[in-house]
């Protein structure tokens, strides 16, 4: 079982790392259209 969610977490985490980019600028669009007081404006 233990190797098995190793893999899994392993996937999820190349994921992760290969999407930050757009992670981040997703992140920064939700954040300036529903969160203004946290954006640098």
């Not at 985490?13 to 992670?23: I, P, S």
């Not at 669009?29 to 640098?40: I, K, S």
């Amino acid at each position: 079982m233990a190797r098995e969610l190793h893999a899994s977490l392993q996937q999820l985490t190349d994921w992760a790392e290969r999407n930050r980019l757009y992670v981040a600028e997703a992140r920064a669009a939700y954040d300036t259209e529903h969160r203004p007081e946290l954006t640098d404006a």
